[in-house]
């Protein structure tokens, strides 16, 4: 990704985020000579008649040319893209709209509805884990929805093959709040501080790993809310430090465009792009998307390691080495990392949601927190099995 800051640096501060050079990015108004198969840019963002391409990408080097211009539209250009009649039959996305509000309906009557990212509580309806739901619900379903080859060159194009997909639905009813201007995941679900732990050249490669999608269920005029975006707001290197600042976020409210979408259509953006879905204004429009979260396989570990028994075991020493200080605090917390596990995610976020923050406690903090709390063998043990429990499908 081009470096969009004059003095190199090893971490991003927010303090030191220039609001000037984010403005001279967003500044920037799209080529249309490198994005030769839109049908229309619409507010800097390319809009792509998907019903004249997808012949296309059924040969290898159309296909590949098209997937070309979509990468180079994410990481240079706007950030994001639209693909008109993703879906041209749009029967299977009533069939499974029909199965996520029984979903909804059962959750709700079970739990009260769960937490969401970003986002006031009440103010939509959220299924996790909605690939999964829908198909053990409905197989058949399922089959014909993800048998979608537009998806699935939007999410290779990004990501390249043997991408994992994940899905959210969002439900945002009439009233619906918007939500807060934000980065995604990876980095833009940490909190601050630990996003700034993090070396500049890590927060130029985590868009590389995910890629954010959205499957309209209903048409969706401006009114109701699609998502607002800022383009070229991705090419903004410190941005995972920078979105959470007022003066930014204020920018952001200020320029951010929204794009309607009909029943079908799909919206495919980098995660780095400043975004936030809109406040549902409408009088009788219950938007309905279906929130792609997809994943790079190379976001994985070479073996597969049990993390929770390594930390059971090497527990009770820990916490005699702690409550005798013959390991100090830097060398506890290295044989910490290299035993428990660090990162929040995978989760269930039906039994694991983010509610009071941007996501779950992690086997390392638990640890930390366990030696500084002074937990006894059984309760971390105890704590530790929950955790894991939490986690499972």
């Known amino acids: 990704m081009t470096n969009h800051i004059e003095t190199e640096v090893g971490y991003f501060d927010s303090a030191a985020c220039d609001l000037n050079a984010f403005t001279a990015l967003i500044d920037q108004t799209a080529n249309p000579s490198t994005v030769p198969h839109a049908e229309d840019i619409q507010n800097n963002v ?58 909804i309906g059962a959750e709700k009557l079970a739990s009260g509805g769960g937490g969401d990212h970003f986002a006031a509580s009440g103010s939509n309806d959220r299924i996790w884990n909605s690939l999964q739901k829908l198909c053990e619900e409905a197989p058949d379903v399922f089959l014909r929805y993800f048998a979608n080859t537009t998806i699935a060159a939007a999410c290779e194009a990004w990501l390249g093959p043997n991408y994992q997909m994940t899905a959210q639905i969002n439900l945002v009813h009439p009233g619906g709040a918007a939500q807060q201007a934000h980065r995604d995941y990876h980095l833009g679900f940490q909190t601050a501080e630990i996003s700034a732990e993090y070396p500049a050249h890590v927060h130029d490669l985590s868009p590389a790993l995910t890629l954010q999608g959205a499957i309209a269920h209903c048409d969706m005029p401006v009114e109701s809310g699609p998502t607002k975006l800022l383009p070229f707001s991705q090419l903004y290197r410190a941005g995972y430090a920078a979105w959470r600042r007022d003066d930014f976020r204020a920018l952001f409210e200020e320029r951010y465009i929204q794009l309607p979408l009909a029943k079908g259509d799909a919206l495919f953006f980098n995660p780095a792009l400043f975004h936030a879905a809109g406040a549902n204004s409408s009088r009788d429009i219950h938007r309905m998307a279906n929130l792609l979260q997809v994943s790079s396989a190379f976001g994985r570990a070479m073996e597969t390691v049990d993390r929770a028994k390594m930390c059971k075991l090497l527990y009770p020493h820990a916490l005699a080495a702690h409550n005798n200080s013959t390991l100090g605090v830097s060398n506890l917390r290295a044989a910490i990392s290299a035993s428990a596990e660090g990162y929040s995610f995978p989760t269930n976020l039906d039994r694991d949601p983010p509610k009071g923050g941007l996501a779950p406690e992690t086997q390392q903090a638990l640890f930390t927190r366990a030696l500084s709390e002074g937990f006894d063998l059984q309760k971390f043990d105890a704590v530790l099995d929950e955790m894991s429990i939490k986690q499972l499908s």
């Open 46 to 103: 390319p809009i792509y008649d998907m019903s004249g391409l997808r012949p296309s990408l059924e040969d290898i080097e159309q296909r590949r040319g098209i997937m070309a211009e979509w990468a180079h539209v994410l990481r240079a250009g706007a950030g994001a893209l639209v693909l008109r009649k993703a879906y041209e039959d749009t029967a299977v996305l009533d069939e499974a709209t029909e199965i996520y509000e029984q979903i």
